[in-house]
């Protein structure tokens, strides 16, 4: 568990982050210039916070309150066992491969070590580049091993910056697995900065919004999404939903693919809904495997009846939950199988008489659904 | 004639031999405090950071008989502290070989920090922060990583001040005089046979014998530099 209490102040910039992270991985999502990586150098301890606190699993890293001065804690960066991996992978470049992995964890004294040098080798396919010079290695290897040099040292916490922002689209697919691998096999706390929201919903449904230095929210994804701030940044993201859907079928003529909307697929429950079919655009991902898409509350109306006689291809039932007003929004989100937030007008809802628990169906355009880069 | 050439005296050698352990002891003498002077300049800001750089600098730009007659004014037998090692360990240090070795290693150093101030500039911060984040001390950065990643630099800022010395004459005459066998070092020789009459030969014997030597240590840094930049990998940067 991670408690985040942090201020910091430099000129016009305020940073100011209340926070407790529990998931396995976070997610920290946020425009450039948010204040993403200042977070994570107040963690890592390369930036001093003005005043708060950093607590990680009981452990006071970090203590600073103005008035008593004999109660700071300051922990040195060294002293912090906090990983990290870098855009820019930074390995040592006079060192070898397997030097590289093994300078932490000489490092640590023995009972410390969590992982045999071998088992980290071994989960992030690193044997065969063990005896190169980081120089020689492509960019997603130079990645692994700098995410197999963090896990050596055994932190109490992983601290991920945008470790795939560096590398195009094929690269990225080859990693994102061995970040999985790690997450499902290695019990390490998490917290992993992008500014692509697709590759941190691969890796987890738990996010931290920022934005101008300041945490807007953190918790699932579709709850953060109803927070109004948070929607506001997100509406110009265009990522107010995300599902995550199966491929059943494409028709590659016609341009679109045919996916299931399953209870039991996306990450929040819907309770007892058999699964929903939804068109969306043709996607070059092999049938039986999972995509996200996401498509903006703006982008879907409701409807008390199924329609026919309509172009809208996706009609999805589901359930209200909650209904919120932002300003001069109307926010409705409905459990669909997973939790969608539709934007209607305040008429709207009332001439459809909309209340928690009333059954509707979600009118989305094929066109409007996008599909996220990357596919699980 | 040509046989004359390279013929030397029992008084070229011993300047050549103490040129040399001049040169070396020199060389030994400002390795560690240029390197951490470098490092203070390079990757901290304190107070007097700048008057620290002019001091350093400084033998660079004045004319070199003036640190001479300073380090005779400090150092020298009466000198502040020259009249206290004398009284208290019995140690000379004016108008002996040591001496040398100070005079050309106040004159070398400024060479040596600035060589070694530029490679140490050019290690990528970002690698320094990683080191840490991995559970490294200050210490254990600098010598495991700041300090190899430079020192292709630092290795030309060593044969920069070994050359230094072996040229020195300014500081290292007005500090400890031009004694045959204690103080008379190469340019010393050079400078001492040209006032005398019929001494060009051996001037010119010892001109040539600078050369080379001065093309060895040219030739050696070169060596030296290439394989240490090939051991720290292709380039400082991690990309």
Redesign the interface.
Known sequence: MIELNLQRRRGAFEMQVNATLNAAVSGLFGPSGAGKSSLLGMI???IRPDSGSLVIDGICLFHHEKNRPEKNIDV?????????V?Q???????LSVEDNLA??YK??PAKDRRFEFNQIVELLELGRLLAQ???QLSGGEKQRVALG??LL?SPRLLLLDEPLA?LDVRLKHQILPFLRRVKNEINIPMVYVSHAIDEILYLTNHVAIIDHGELLGAGQFHEVMQDPRVLTLAHSLGLENVMHVEVASHSVQDGYTIATLGANLGTNSGGGLGSQQLHMPLVEVVVGKTVSVSVAASNIALSTHPLSGVTIQNQLYGVVKDISHVGMRVLVSIDVGSVLIAEITAKALQDLRIVPGKGIYCLIKTQSLRPLALSN | MLDSLFTFSAAEIAALVLSAKVAVFCTLLIAMPGVAVAWLLARKSFFGKSLLDSVVHMPLVLPPVVPGFLLLLVLGSQGVIGKWLNEVFGITIAFTWVGAVVASAVMAFPLMVRSARLAISQVDIGLEKAAQSLGANPFKVFWSVTLPLSMPGILTGLILAFSRSLGEFGATITFVGNIEGETRTLPLAIYTYTQVPGGDLPAMRLVILSMLIAIAALMISEVLERKAARRVGLATNHD
Do not use: D, V
Request: glycine share 10%; hydrophobic share 35%; aromatic share 12%.
């Open positions: 890592a301890g390369f040195p960066i060294h002293q912090r066992r906090i990983g990290m870098f820019e992978s930074r390995l040592f470049p006079h300078y932490g490092l640590l010079k980081p120089h040099r963090a040292t560096s």
